[in-house]
């Protein structure tokens, strides 16, 4: 009898240390692993463009019914339109100033339940995943400057951003960083961005947004973008 007790509770200790792995606000349970594909877009490429503004986003589930404008976890909703905050972001500055869209899918879609999001996230980082991408920019040597945008993941990248910093040569190539997030900002994410590619020149002219403030920051991201000097929009 004693044994048996004994089992149980190391089973219960081990249990418990497992689930203090990662903890902060985005700390939540694993139950449910149900998937949902993220709709695909097509990235298009313009010949002669030297802009790409590549981006990285994963629009969560959140219920906004009888909202039309709605900064919520992950999610700008405008005329019934779900957008991921980063892919919000990304689609004023190709508004602003031009150049070429291209989002960064995976083979595997994310989940877009928050909890089941954060854990995983959790589980990539933890593992230093390079998950497969499904996009690919074409001519990636035709642009100078990438403009390049990602959800702050656990006070770093999305290991997808891992996957598509390390697929190109961006040698002598300007990447212009942003970054969406609950409060964190950057964290250590420019140092990162250096590390991976040492030989291209990282802007300080970045933009950061907290979530709270994506919904109601096109003034703010449209200010960023003319700021840059880049404009190649046809008059
Ligand atoms: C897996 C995951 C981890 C996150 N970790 C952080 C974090 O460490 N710091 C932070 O400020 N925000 C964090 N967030 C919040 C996101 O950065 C924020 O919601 C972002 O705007 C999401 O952008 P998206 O809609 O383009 O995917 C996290 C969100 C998720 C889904």
């Known amino acids: 009898m004693r044994r048996w007790i004994g089992l149980f509770l190391s089973i219960v200790l081990i249990i418990s240390l497992c689930a203090c792995g990662k903890t902060d606000s985005f700390t939540k349970n694993n139950s449910n692993h149900k998937k949902t594909a993220i709709k695909e877009k097509e990235n298009t490429t313009t010949e002669n463009s030297h802009i790409l503004i590549a981006y990285f986003t994963v629009p969560e589930n959140v219920d906004t019914s009888g909202v039309d404008a709605v ?50 996230a959790a589980e990539e980082q933890d593992q230093d995943l390079r998950p497969e991408l499904s996009s690919h920019v074409e001519n990636f040597k035709q642009y100078d400057t990438i403009i390049l945008g990602f959800p702050n993941w656990w006070a770093d990248l999305p290991m997808p951003m891992y996957s598509f910093l390390e697929e190109y040569d961006f040698d002598a190539k300007t990447i212009i960083p942003f970054v969406t997030h609950g409060g964190s900002g950057f964290s250590s994410i420019l140092n990162t961005i250096s590390k991976l590619q040492p030989n291209a020149y990282v802007s300080d002219n970045t933009f950061s947004l907290s979530r709270e403030k994506v919904a109601n920051g096109e003034a703010k991201a449209k200010e960023w973008a003319e700021s840059l000097g880049l404009n190649v929009k046809p008059e």
């Open 71 to 120: 900064a919520g976890a992950s999610i700008v909703v405008k005329e019934n339109e779900n957008i991921g905050n980063t892919e919000y972001i990304a689609r004023i500055v190709k508004e602003t100033i031009g150049g070429d869209l291209f989002r960064i899918e995976t083979k595997d879609s994310y989940p877009l339940d928050h909890d089941i999001l954060v854990d995983q």
